[in-house]
């Protein structure tokens, strides 16, 4: 069972899919990472609060799919 994603990796997806840097300036995923990792750090607290609804409404499906789910690393 897959482990529900956070509001900052389901806007590192969106800033990939929204192709925000494109793939002929960097293609390592690493590089990608980090970029997405400043972004998030500038945005203000009210476009992260968007990004941590996504987060709480994925985890309620995930946890309406899987009531019994426990994390265990």
């Not at 900052?8 to 990608?32: A, C, G, H, W």
Request: aromatic share 14%.
């Amino acid at each position: 069972i897959p482990r529900p994603p956070n509001a900052f990796m389901l806007y590192r997806s969106d800033f990939l899919k929204r192709r925000t840097i494109p793939p002929e300036v960097e293609k390592r995923q690493q590089n990608l990472s980090r970029i997405a990792g400043q972004c998030w750090n500038m945005l203000s607290d009210d476009e992260k609060a968007i990004w941590h609804d996504k987060a709480a409404a994925v985890q309620a499906a995930h946890y309406a799919k899987y009531p019994f789910y426990k994390f265990k690393p």
